[in-house]
Nanobody, 124 residues
Framework: QVQLVESGGGLVQAGGSLRLSCAAS????????MGWFRQAPGKEREFVAS????????DYADSVKGRLTISRDNAKKTVYLQMTSLKPDDTAVYYC?????????????????WGQGTQVTVAS
């Protein structure tokens, strides 16, 4: 069965960095776009970043452009989110998700499988 397992979250000071990882199993990883989303308390889940199946194309929410970078290693079946210059507003549970096809997309309805999430807390 499809499994997505996030790791790498934690508590960091504002301005700090974290790298999230999402290990995938149960499907042919290189055939699917992947995305990262986040959900803060009391807010809806929102798009953060996405990457195409080959890794050639990526997209970011305006709020994270220039600070967060999505990447993937198809040999390791893992997608990453490198987070730098973190702000308290980045505090949320971060989820990775598998898209329905090869393309990257910001639309939550285009993702069919989700991980359990990893907490990122940025202290001011």
């Amino acid at each position: 069965q499809v499994q997505l397992v996030e790791s790498g979250g934690g508590l960091v000071q504002a301005g700090g960095s974290l790298r999230l990882s999402c290990a995938a199993s149960g499907f042919t990883f290189s055939r699917y776009g992947m995305g990262w989303f986040r959900q803060a308390p009391g807010k809806e889940r929102e798009f953060v970043a996405s990457i195409s199946s080959s890794g050639s194309y990526s997209d970011y929410a305006d709020s994270v452009k220039g600070r967060l970078t999505i990447s993937r290693d198809n040999a390791k079946k893992t997608v990453y989110l490198q987070m730098t210059s973190l702000k308290p507003d980045d505090t949320a549970v971060y989820y990775c998700a598998r898209a329905t096809g090869v393309a990257h997309t910001s639309l939550v309805e285009q993702y069919t499988y989700w991980g359990q999430g990893t907490q990122v807390t940025v202290a001011s």
